[in-house]
């Protein structure tokens, strides 16, 4: 069975470097997401993505992060200056379909941790 | 504003007794809402949707748009049910989680 896949596992950085997390999604979704979730804290929705430009996004992507999806398979987290509060798991997930009933399809995520 | 209010961090229950996962939401329109568990080491997966009002392990949930809830349950909870369970409402493109709650289910 297809699944999302991301690189790395963990990553590690100094406070004010520039990160990029990396995610492919399954092969025919048309839909891609990225959340965070900070240790013991819950699940958060960052930003979606379709027909390549974001189609919604929170209050937690500010101008620090971007997305993108530089070619048919790869869909990009970048944090420009990472911070220390920016440590967490993040997930990417995509769906095939538009209809928001349809399942959406997590990966293992990538621990990013900012020292 | 949109909300998932899930009011248990931590459920433990013995193995054969029922269990009741609660969820509730504020939202405005008709929501989309879901269930997704995450098993020890694993990834986030979908567990149930309002929408296909499916039983999936032995688990239901119905939507109360009354109480504007869509709590989560089993009547016989087994050990292989520990996991996190995530309640989450979808509406324009994106997803709210609710804060999860931890089942343990004992021997």
């Known amino acids: 069975e297809p699944e999302v896949t991301q690189t790395p596992s963990h990553q590690v950085t100094q406070m004010g470097q520039e990160v990029i997390l990396r995610c492919v999604p399954i092969s025919n979704h048309l839909y891609f997401y990225w959340y965070r979730q900070i240790l013991g804290q819950k699940v958060e929705f960052l930003v979606s993505f379709y027909n390549n430009e974001i189609s919604e996004k929170s209050e937690i992507f500010d101008d620090q992060f971007s997305v993108e999806r530089p070619d048919g398979s790869n869909f990009t987290l970048k944090i420009r200056s990472t911070k220390l509060e920016d440590s967490a798991m993040y997930f990417c997930?995509?769906?095939?379909?538009?209809?928001?009933?349809?399942?959406?399809?997590f990966g293992p995520g990538t621990r990013l941790t900012v020292t | 504003a949109q909300r998932v209010t899930q009011p248990e961090k931590l459920l433990s229950v013995f193995k054969g007794a029922p269990v009741e996962l609660k969820c509730n939401y504020s939202?405005?329109?008709?929501?989309?809402l879901f269930w997704y568990v995450q098993y020890s080491r694993q990834r986030l997966q979908l567990l149930l949707r309002h929408i296909s009002r499916e039983s999936i392990k032995g688990f239901t949930a119905d939507l109360n748009k009354g109480e504007t809830s869509f709590h989560l349950k089993k009547p016989f909870a087994q050990e292989e049910d520990s996991a996190m369970y995530y309640c989450?409402?979808?509406?324009?493109?994106?997803?709210?989680f609710g804060a999860g709650t931890r089942l343990t289910v004992k021997p």
């Open positions: 989450a409402l979808t509406h324009n493109n994106d997803m709210r």
């Open positions: 939202y405005s329109g008709s929501p989309e």
């Open positions: 997930a995509s769906r095939w379909q538009g209809d928001l009933a349809y399942e959406q399809y």
